[in-house]
């Protein structure tokens, strides 16, 4: 740990008036707790929650990111709509 780091956790107790550090949370998995490795770190779902390898799908850990709505907005954006305009027909051409 680079000692500016640990300089800046450094503050004295009440009680005692002794300087006690405090050490930094390591990451772990949202679900499981499971402490994740520097490799781990880059498994965040689309919930914003990271996760480890047996827990990143999005059945795996029940994500709340709604992917069925995020689809129809993607298809919905870039499909477009086709309007069929109706013609009146005047009598001579019937």
Do not use: R, W
Not at 38 to 65: A, D, I, R, V, Y
């Amino acid at each position: 740990m680079d000692l500016n780091k640990q300089v800046a956790h450094m503050e004295p107790t009440k009680e005692t008036g002794k300087v006690s550090v405090k050490k930094s949370k390591k990451p772990k998995c949202h679900y499981c707790n499971k402490k994740l490795k520097m490799t781990e770190l880059s498994f965040t779902c689309k919930c914003n929650h990271t996760f480890c390898q047996f827990h990143l799908n999005p059945h795996s850990h029940k994500c709340s990111f709604n992917y069925l709505e995020q689809n129809k907005v993607k298809l919905n954006s870039k499909i477009p709509k086709c309007v069929f305009k109706l013609l009146k027909l005047s009598k001579f051409y019937l």
